[in-house]
């Protein structure tokens, strides 16, 4: 029989897919003897039947009863006892960290008449009837779906009434009015009263963290964090322990190091006299962690001595959630702590020297998606800048965009274009869609450990958090602050780095880490200038690339076609060319001579012309290429695209002739545009993509293909003669059949032959093909024969693989093919393991039996893509080639492929 709930001291932190991050974590505490409020955990595979049946297993019941009875018997009270009732909290918990996804109910088990007991037992009726509210209002907005605003609105109203500000002035008396208030409000908006059955309470509130699984919110967090659909969550039943008892009692989150910069020591907020969301929600500005220390010390003393504890146990910057209850220390969760891509480079590099993990163990805490992060532009200081004000640097980031007020502002401003920076009093998970779509957040209220901070940090989006002197009026939709009105749709910066918020836009530069990538380490730390957390950061990923790169086995490569987008390469490590595409090198003023070759017919004197005139041109272009790539392998791809690219639009020259045709007119240029107009007729495709294009418009188009082979090959030798090292390579696109191959390789081996006994000297050109549709990578046994290489275009493999054109389908059903599970993530970003994949896994070993040590790259997109370059390491190819930018994350996500 399946087991569908573990006590506590059942589980470990290895449990993770069946009792859920934080189950899993509670448990691991409870096994290191921390203090723990006793409990236990409904299973992932409890909330997965639930989901396919739609109700409760029938098991499950009987088994929450035995786990319940024994916490009961452990601490010798019931659930909602009359006379001393245990009160438990009810806290969704998945697999992955989802902030804000699933709400937790807390105070379950109180009723009209357990409510006067724990007044009784605690000796505080004002906790007790603020403990029962707060139990009403959670369970009416979580569990029963009620609008959360219409008992925050009755609170307000109390305190109005009162003429009373914080909630810590209400008295036993008025919280006592407030229930009946918020019972009425269940009453009406659900036909029925507040359950008073304890276990009632509890069992919905297990069914409404299941059901919570498929929200709307959930579901936008889980796409948008590639996290799959069908995992389900965990629910953990815990003993409540009391933040809001007085003033001896209280709650916190905190960090074992700095989750923003990475800076070791002690982060965290709390508040006294609190419960539970309190401290994140921003409702009450926090203390900072260290007040703590003056408060109660030895409080303070205990949980500095558990953070050390879980950092070395987990090896990892944990974060905490505390509460204390008049004096003594409870432990309400932790987890290796989600952290800005500074943070984990700089405590990466920390715990190499404290020695807790070694250097590959490192490499695994940072991706290259953080790279990417710490390579974004920051604001220009030396700009004119007007400050508007200084707050809390929650998530670091340069961000400029128009200020909007909330969601459906914020979405509809995206969508047309403009980069927007959502600011709100504070963030909750209701304003999750407008986050996703902002440049920046900026909140009047909470710290960084708030719910914009963390949802931010995990977003990889700039935050600056609790600008107090912000004053937010929604009703006039404008933004006041000293003194200075801004209305929805102004622009201002927040420096998510420093805190900082700028009116109007600032303008930024490059960031001191990619001046590090480009010119290296002296020049990084030089621009750092003396901000030592940037140079510290600047000198952790120079370690960690350098480790990557000694223990990586695939090289990196770049696409690169302009001796520009070379150079940017090679100052971001990059060990050679995949694909130097030849398009371009048509375009221009050139265009008027590809047009003679395409028009002329076929081994005329005319054509012939144009294409000498075309091979200097194409030569220099080589020339200038190889020269900067001394040394290093650099593989030119054979003009791909259908030539009719080349040409004038079709439609477009139907008209301009038929206007001039109805005007009456005659003379050269209509009958130069008849003609034209015949070619192009003539090449019209009604499905370019597979048609005349790449070796096949090489094999129909005499000459085409042998022009650029004798303007490498020549660039190559005269390089050669003044002492370069030139290393060109061959790349024939879109081959599909060894016989394709063979007479291009005839016709190239024949040129070099003859450039080489022109020039009197040898040259070693290997030529090799792309493998970019399924009959190459199915017959790249034969294919071998003829191939000193194979670069796998992963582009167009994944067009043909799948049968559908990048262009036309990506913004039509692949929304929906996403929302639909077809794909998690688009099939162009990160390469399709289970499909297309297996046609990459095919080739190589085809390609290997034939010959064992031949080179195998691959060029197209996924070359870049973290996921995809963890693929291509295990299947075995040689290198990558991205995208000039993506060199490095490419380098250090194959340095982490390899450990
Ligand atoms: P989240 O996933 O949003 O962090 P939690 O389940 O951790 O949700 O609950 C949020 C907060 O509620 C906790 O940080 C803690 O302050 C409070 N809380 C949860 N369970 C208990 C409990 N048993 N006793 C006291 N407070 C609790
Ligand atoms: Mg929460
Ligand atoms: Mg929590």
Sequence with gaps: MTKFVYNFHEGDKSMKDLLGGKGANLAE????????????????????????????????????????????????????????????????????????????????????????????????????????RRLIQMFGKTVLDIDGDLFSDALDEMKAKL?????????????????????????????????????????????????SWNTERAHIYRRRERIPHDLGTAVNICTMVFGNMGDESGTGVCFTRDPSSGDSGVYGDYLMNAQGEDVVAGIRNTLPLSALETHNKAVYDELRGIMRTLETHYKDLC???????????????????????????????????????????????????????????????????????????????????????????????????????LVRRETNPEDLAGMVVAEGI??????????????????????????????????????????????????????????????????????????????????????????????????????????????RRLRVRTNADTPEDTERALGYGAEGIGLCRTEHMFLGERRALIERVILAEHGSQERQEAMDALIPLQKNDFKQMLEIMDDKPMTVRLIDPPLHEFLPDLTELEVKVAVAEAKGETGPQLEADKTMLTAVRRMHESNPML?????????????????????????????????????????????????????????????????????????????????????????????????????????????????????????????????????????????????????????????????????????GEHGGDPESVHFFHKTGLSYVSCSPFRVPVARLEAGRAAV
């Excluded at 407030?178 to 297990?206: C, H, N, S, W, Y």
Aim: proline share 4%; aromatic share 6%; with cysteine.
């Design 691 to 859: 048609g005349l294009r790449g070796v096949r418009l090489g094999l129909s188009m005499p000459g085409l293909f042998a022009l650029q082979i004798r303007a490498l090959v020549e660039a190559a030798a005269e390089l050669k003669e003044a002492g370069k090292n030139p290393l060109p390579e061959v790349m024939v696109p879109l081959v599909g059949s060894i016989r394709e191959l063979q007479i291009v390789r005839e016709e190239a081996e024949h040129i070099i032959a003859e450039v080489e006994d022109a020039h009197g000297l040898k040259l070693d050109i290997p030529i090799g093909c792309m493998i970019e549709l399924p009959r190459a990578a199915l017959t790249a046994e034969d294919l071998a024969h003829e191939a000193d290489f194979f670069s796998f275009g992963t582009n167009d493999l994944t067009q043909t693989g799948w049968g559908f054109s990048r262009d036309d389908v990506e913004g039509s059903f692949f929304g929906l093919y996403m929302d639909e599970g077809v794909f998690g993530v688009s099939p162009f970003e990160s390469i399709d393991k289970h499909g297309v994949g297996l046609l990459v896994e095919m080739g190589v070993e085809k390609a290997r039996s034939t010959k064992p040590d031949i080179k195998l790259g691959v060029c």
């Design 319 to 421: 974060d905490i959630e505390f509460t204390i209850e008049q004096g003594k220390l409870w432990m309400l969760q932790t987890r290796v702590g989600k952290r800005t891509a500074a943070a984990a480079f700089r405590v990466a590099s920390q715990l190499i020297d404290e020695k807790l993990i070694t250097k590959n163990e490192a490499l695994e805490r940072v991706t290259g998606e953080q790279l990417t992060q710490l390579m974004f532009p920051q604001f220009d200081t030396d700009a004119n800048r007007e400050l508007l004000t200084r707050a809390m640097a929650a998530s670091p980031g340069a961000a400029v965009g128009k200020i909007a007020f909330d969601n459906a502002t914020a979405i509809s401003m995206s969508e047309a274009g403009e980069p927007v920076i």
């Design 442 to 551: 900026l909140t009047a209220r909470g710290g960084k450990t708030s719910h914009a901070a963390v949802v931010a940090r995990g977003m990889g989006k700039t935050c600056v958090c609790g600008a107090e002197e912000l004053e937010i009026d929604m009703s006039a939709r404008s933004l006041s602050v000293n003194g200075k009105v801004f209305k929805e749709g102004d622009e201002i910066s927040l420096d998510g780095t420093t805190g900082e918020v700028f009116e109007g836009r600032v303008e930024v530069v490059d960031s001191p880490v990619t001046t590090y990538l480009v010119e290296g380490l002296e020049a990084g730390l030089k621009a750092a200038a003396d901000d030592e957390d940037m140079a510290d950061l600047v000198r952790s990923v120079d370690r960690m690339l350098k480790h990557a790169d000694k223990v």
């Design 29 to 132: 505490m409870t096994r290191l003897g921390l203090p723990v409020p006793p409990g236990f955990t409904i299973t992932t595979e409890a909330c997965r039947t639930y989901l396919a049946h739609g109700e409760v297993p029938e098991e499950l019941a009987t088994e929450v009863t035995g786990a319940l009875r024994a916490v009961e018997d452990e601490l010798g009270r019931r659930l909602g006892d009359p006379e001393n009732p245990l009160l438990v909290s009810v806290r969704s918990g998945a697999k992955f960290s989802m902030p804000g996804m699933m709400e937790t109910v807390l105070n379950v088990g109180l009723n009209d008449k357990s409510v006067e007991g724990l007044a009784r037992k605690s000796g505080d009726e004002r906790f007790a009837w603020d403990s029962y």
């Design 163 to 211: 003429g009373v500000k914080g909630d810590l002035e209400l008295t036993a008396e008025n919280l006592k009015e407030l229930v009946v208030v918020f019972k009425q409000i269940v009453l009406e908006a659900t036909g029925r009263d507040f359950p008073q059955d304890p276990r009632e309470q509890l069992d919905m509130g297990v069914e409404a963290v299941f059901r």
